[in-house]
C-alpha cells in the first residue's frame, strides 16, 4: 500500500473526486514523481483521510479518483506549545518537531528577550511555519494539523482563558516534569510555555507564576531553547496525549 500522504483542504463526505493543485500538486508530481494510476493517501486536517487513485497529472493539477474515505478521528487532546520567540530556523525545526510530536496549536510568544522578529512581514511568515506543519503531518503520515498561531506578547498569553494545565519550564525551581506527566491524570488539555534564550527576567517569571502557571524542570542541565522546548513536549505528548 501506498507511503505517500498529501494534504488537500477538504475531503467532503461522500466525494469521488479530488483535485489537488498549488504547492501539493508539485509534490506530488515533481518531488514524490507520483504517475497515474498510483495510490495516495489524501488528508484535510481535521482528523479525515481517504485513499484515492491517481487519474491525471497535469501541468498545474492532479486530478484523483476516491477509492476509500476514512471518517475522522477524534483528538485526544489539546497540547499547545507557546514557545519565546528564538532565530528564526531554530524557531522552525521546533514548529516541526512539535507537529511531528501531535501538538495541536504552536503559538510563538514575545517576551523581553525574545529575537525581533525580522525579515518577511508576519502574515507571510506565519503562512510560511503553518507550511511546515503541513509538511511534519504528511512526514509522520498524521491525520491532524497543528494550528500555527501568529506570534502575541507574553502578557496576552497569560490574560488569554487557561488549559486545565498550564506549565512552563523554569531555570529557578519547579516541580520535575517526567514526575508531573507520570503522576497526574491526563488533563483534556495542557499548554507548556518555554522561554527564550537568555531565560525569563526576574519580572517576567513572577508575572507567569501569577497568572496561574505551574513551574517545572527537565532537571539540573540548563538546556537551549529548542532542546528544551522538543524534550518537554516529547514527555508531554508521550504520557498525555498518544
Known amino acids: 500500500m501506498t507511503a505517500n500522504q498529501f494534504y488537500v483542504p477538504l475531503i467532503a463526505e461522500g466525494a469521488t473526486r479530488i483535485v489537488l493543485s498549488g504547492d501539493e500538486h508539485r509534490h506530488l508530481a515533481r518531488a514524490a514523481r507520483i504517475r497515474a494510476g498510483e495510490e495516495v ?15 491525471r497529472v497535469g501541468e498545474d493539477r492532479t486530478e484523483a479518483a476516491v477509492l476509500r474515505i476514512e ?29 511531528e510530536l501531535g501538538c495541536s496549536d504552536f503559538v510563538p510568544v514575545a517576551s523581553e528577550r525574545s529575537l525581533s522578529a525580522r525579515g518577511e512581514k508576519t502574515d507571510r511568515k506565519v503562512e510560511r511555519w ?11 503520515k498524521s491525520r491532524l494539523l497543528t494550528d500555527v498561531h501568529p506570534p502575541r506578547p507574553l502578557k496576552e498569553l497569560l490574560r488569554e482563558p487557561g488549559a486545565e494545565r498550564r506549565l512552563f519550564l523554569s531555570e529557578h525551581g519547579g516541580r520535575p516534569l517526567k514526575a508531573i506527566v507520570t503522576e497526574a491524570k491526563p488533563p483534556g488539555s495542557a499548554l507548556l510555555l518555554v522561554g527564550p534564550t537568555g531565560g525569563w527576567t526576574e519580572g517576567e517569571e513572577r508575572e ?25 513536549a516529547a514527555m508531554i505528548a508521550h504520557f498525555w496525549i498518544e
Open 41 to 55: 493517501w489524501l488528508f484535510d486536517g481535521s482528523g479525515r483521510r481517504c485513499l484515492a487513485r491517481v487519474d
Open 130 to 140: 503553518k507550511r511546515i506543519a503541513r509538511e511534519a503531518a504528511k512526514q509522520c
Open 208 to 232: 507567569i507564576r501569577q497568572a496561574g502557571f505551574e513551574a517545572v524542570s527537565l532537571g539540573r542541565r540548563i538546556l537551549r531553547s529548542e532542546t528544551a522546548a522538543v524534550a518537554g
Open 71 to 99: 471518517e475522522a478521528v477524534a483528538r485526544p487532546a489539546r497540547f499547545v506549545l507557546a514557545q519565546c520567540l528564538v532565530e528564526a530556523k531554530t524557531l522552525e525545526t521546533i514548529l516541526e518537531k512539535a507537529a
